[in-house]
């Protein structure tokens, strides 16, 4: 199949936490389809990290037991083999400064590689990794490090690992990567927006009445309990994931697509957002926990059954929020925000309702939720565009009906569409930061989250509102937006 990027510069991803979950069932994947793609220089190199004493082949005895069943398509053999050719393993304990010298020796000294840091571990390693790696050389223009949320718990935590590792890297250097800005339903928003006069007139508040933005999930916490506990879904998902598509939503028309350009506007969304209140976080945002229910078919326990959780936990597994933006373009829309876990069905996708028409001359036949137009943007579990409207159904009476258009980039342009993490991890290699948070974004972020975070935890009277696994929540999330009148999407 056709691909139209070009192979990127001779590199060294080195991957901390080379035997983890991450590294295994996302990183190698979407490297390994890049490679199938003739996307990776053929001096690129993958060295994993880890702490157990492994040789080379009894590590990609594991990649071939873990990480191949991850690759749902294109797969080939012969591709595989040359892409294990690649791979190298070396018994590095990220907390040990004694094992940084034999990495240094392991990548060499070539200014001309690019040599890549993915930091999969916990981020109470960064400070210490960053600190080993400059220790022994590696924090020379050439090195990039790639951070994995979450950074922090809140803005003085986050803060204070990002001064760790600053102290050793300069900010160009510095990669906070959130996937679901490397979906291909997210680059094609920004180039409907910007490259297309047809949305730009309509991308205000004359014409929008609302935006809604969920990511749900089927899952659990599973084995995750006790992290997921001392997180909960505002940290875990609200903080990074869905502010930064609301900022591609929101966002005014770079000057460019040069990284700072494209992060400058995003920050001014995320200055714009109006700051809570401890009354307004009473009146604008749900949190919810799950109980025992079904999911699939099949009966699931409750949150507070889960292992790893304590009897009285009254951490969120659920969230939403009525978000607003205080300027010229967005004032008066709401933006609602909405994540849980043990929902009814996984997805992931950004609802744009337009106003209705100032006068209805058919007869209304699709009740009150109903926008006559709205686009559609889904992210998971599949990638598409969707632009709703009325049109009249075959038959003698003028009766209206919703229909829409299916904008499907894969059939119109017959070339391979890469997921998430490979578009990421290429875009590292090239030095592409338009896709990745600066610190000064994360900063805004944190402090937009902070109030509700901040009286969510002295409510120690009013616990999270409990949802059935399987549902779509709380019922007080569909009550949010009835107040504007309007209802959640799948409701409608």
Known sequence: ????????????????????????????????????????????????????????????ASVEKQSRIHIKSHFDDAAWKTFCDRIDYLKVDASQAADFPALAEKIGNDAGKVVVCYLATAPNLFA????????????????RVVLEKPLGTDLDSSNEINDDVARFFQEDQLYRIDHYLGKE???????????????EPLWRREW?????ITISEELGVGSRGDFYDGTGALRDMVQNHLLQLLCIVAMEPPANLEADAVRDEKLKVLKALRPFTEQEVATKTVRGQYKAGAVGGQPVVGYLEEAGIPQHSQTETFVAIKAEIDNWRWAGVPFFLRTGKRMQERLAEIVINFRDVPHQVFAGPLGGCHHANRMVIRLQPDESIRLYFLAKEPGDTMRLQPAYL?????????????????????????????????????????RWVEPI???????????????????????????LLSRDGISWHEEC
Request: proline share 4%.
């Open 208 to 212: 929008i009445h609302d935006v809604q």
């Open 453 to 479: 975070m901040d009286t969510w935890a002295a409510s120690t009277n009013n616990p999270p509102k409990q949802y059935t696994a399987g549902s779509w929540g709380p019922a007080a999330s569909s009550a």
């Open 1 to 60: 199949m056709e691909t139209r990027s070009t192979p990127t510069p001779a590199f060294d991803m080195v991957l901390f936490g080379g035997a983890g979950d991450l590294v295994m069932r996302k990183l190698l994947p979407s490297l390994y389809q890049a490679h199938a793609a003739g996307l990776l220089n053929e001096q690129g190199r993958i060295l994993a990290l880890g702490r157990k004493d492994l040789s080379r082949d009894d590590y990609l």
């Open 406 to 446: 299916d904008l499907d980039f894969y059939k119109a342009f017959k070339v391979r569409r890469a997921d998430a993490y490979e578009r990421l991890l290429l875009d590292v290699i090239r030095g592409k930061l338009a896709l990745f948070m600066r610190r000064d974004e994360l900063i805004e972020a944190w």
């Open 185 to 199: 339903s997210v680059q094609n928003l920004m180039a409907i927006r910007f490259a297309n006069a047809l949305f």
């Open 128 to 143: 210490g990794i960053c600190e080993n790696l400059a220790a022994v050389g590696l924090n020379r223009d050439n090195v």
